[in-house]
């Protein structure tokens, strides 16, 4: 059997133990925490992410450590509240530093971009800009967050054809939210929202892997029911429902 594409985005603040996710039978099978070094005491196949490029010359070490075969690339970096990189210095400093770890054979997944309309834009600068120097990516690492079933599916589509359909797919974030702290998505449509979109991801050939957000206790504005931790610590209905269901 295949395994599984579902995994973990999991804070690197998190002071829960990962290990709640690795029973027998789980269907959690990797786990990133928007940084190149891993989570302690974890079991689950790490893969390191440079957010930005700040200590990008350590990651080959990291990875390296990590006895990892992918490393994702810079967190949402057309957005100023996240990784925050013009399209020149990441494509400067991806062909100085990751390319290399591509060309030896470590399979390089592109910046995290958002759903906003700017991350599509940014992301297609950024490609043209590494494949003029010989470089390029091996997957596409896309974001989403919305209400809808249908919209998140059309964004996957739209996204998918407008970078080009010759690369698999990572979806490593992504929950069902109105933003709203006061009247957020109720719990039923959450669950069946993550449900659903996991059934359909694992089955599209194209998609590699996912991971949903989020695998922690609070989730903040993206709503109470995205959690897959309660306040206790303990998984929640959604969150063992994320492990254990196919």
Not at 105 to 124: D, F, Q, T
């Amino acid at each position: 059997m295949a395994p599984s594409k579902r995994g973990l985005c999991w804070p690197t603040t998190n002071t829960d133990a990962a290990f709640i996710f690795t029973k027998p039978g789980s269907r959690v099978s990797w786990l990133y925490n928007w940084s190149p070094n891993p989570t302690p005491s974890c079991s689950l196949q790490f893969v390191p992410m440079q957010w930005n490029h700040v200590n990008i010359d350590g990651l080959a070490d990291c990875a390296k450590i990590a006895g990892s075969g992918a490393v994702l690339g810079f967190n949402e970096p057309e957005r100023p509240d996240q990784a925050n990189m013009a399209v020149d210095l990441a494509a400067r400093e991806w062909l100085r530093c990751i390319e290399p770890l591509r060309r030896a054979g470590i399979c390089c997944g592109s910046p995290g971009i958002s759903s906003a309309p700017e991350g599509v834009a940014w992301l297609r600068d950024f490609l043209a800009a590494i494949r003029a120097q010989g470089g390029d990516v091996d997957f596409y690492a896309l974001h989403w967050y919305g209400e809808t079933l249908g919209q998140f599916y059309d964004y996957l589509w739209s996204t998918y054809h407008q970078l080009g359909p010759d690369r698999p797919v990572w979806v490593t974030e992504f929950a069902p939210t109105n933003w709203s702290t006061e009247d957020p998505l109720p719990r039923s449509h959450v669950e069946h929202f993550c449900r659903e979109s996991c059934r359909y991801l694992d089955s599209l050939d194209w998609v590699e892997r996912y991971a949903w957000f989020g695998a922690m206790r609070d989730t903040g504005t993206v709503g109470t029911w995205a959690a897959m931790l309660g306040a206790d610590g303990k998984l929640t209905e959604l969150g063992r429902m994320y492990r254990d269901d196919e």
